[in-house]
């Protein structure tokens, strides 16, 4: 990002109605590239898509929102092992600064994760992103751990759909409190609630 961006590190309920709208229009724009399906939760000027975020880095610049990253803390199963993490989601970065985003993100709610003493964060992308993210992974700050599934509720419940999905993503860890030869083994993980 530019040094002309300025972070705003926020809990959910310290933003304001005018927030959400401004954060709703921006993952609008942010992700209807990618297919107007992406884009739908954001319509009503929800500024969330699965899970509600509990904090969230928002980096601002002259444009406005530059980019946003969501965080909620929340159990989840590896394998057999229940462990505490923060989930990092509803990632979106404006396009004329595509690829300038993530690894800013994740230092800007570098603190953030300190202070909520999780021993993991964890995040999914998909395979298409590969490339993307392990430019950020070879500084060390997040590990790539492929062949794991992950199972998550969908945002609604419908009486002729299933209440889940199980999806082949790329499943980013960052160590915060532990080691990461402290994750967990195990092919799948179990989200138990929305993705973020």
Known sequence: MSAGVRWKITWENDLEPSDHAELSEFFRATYGPTGAFNA???ET??????????RRAIAYDSKGIASHMG???RFIKVGDTDLLVA???LYGVRPDLEGLGIPHSIRALAPALQELAVPFA???VRHAMRNHVERFCRDGISNIVTGVRVRSTLPDALPD???TRTEDVLVLVFPIGRPM???PSGSLI???????
Do not use: D, I, Q, V
Not at 45 to 54: D, K, Q
């Open 45 to 54: 000027g929800r500024s969330w898509a699965g899970a509600r975020p509990e």
């Open 190 to 196: 179990e989200r138990n609630g929305c993705e973020l």
């Open 71 to 73: 965080l909620l803390r």
């Open 181 to 183: 030869s402290e994750w």
């Open 122 to 124: 964890f995040g999914t």
């Open 161 to 163: 759909m299933p209440s």
């Open 87 to 89: 989930e990092l989601g």
């Open 40 to 42: 739908k939760p954001f």
